[in-house]
């Protein structure tokens, strides 16, 4: 009898997420399929031609990509670098390791991402100068539980006792 703590990704049906003619991704949530609280894991797939989720950073959670097939561009921070299978990527909390990936090859690009999963986290999205808070379930966590999701612009701004009485 196979352990609720394990999972075969080949058992496992692929989500997908597409929007516009630019983000295509399917992905498989390993860890929240094995029952992982604190550290989540997803196998990925980005397909040729298009890019991940929109540039961005978290303030609470890490995250690390492992390439298992493919070559692409990792947007990271001010920089543009290759990656390819075998490559490893650590991306600490914070705006040095803003991230997005893009898959300028001819075949699907294969990876493993890895995330904290604490909550509430904040997440910056610098290229669309906007702002997600997120509380009650960690960013790739479940929705249901969700309490607070609220994607707001960077340039909206009110003072502490706005909206109080008195």
Known sequence: MAHHHIVNAQDLPWTETTRGSRVAIRRKQLGAAAHGQ?????????????????????????????FLEGSGKLRLGDETVPVTAGDYVALPAGPACAHQLINDGEQPLRYLAFSTMLEPDVIVYPDSNKVGVLAGAAPGGNKAARTLEAYLPLATQVGYWDGEEG
């Open 38 to 66: 604190k550290l989540g894991c997803s196998l990925l797939e980005l397909l040729p031609g298009k890019q991940s989720w929109p540039r961005h950073y978290h303030l609470a959670n890490e995250e690390a990509l492992f």
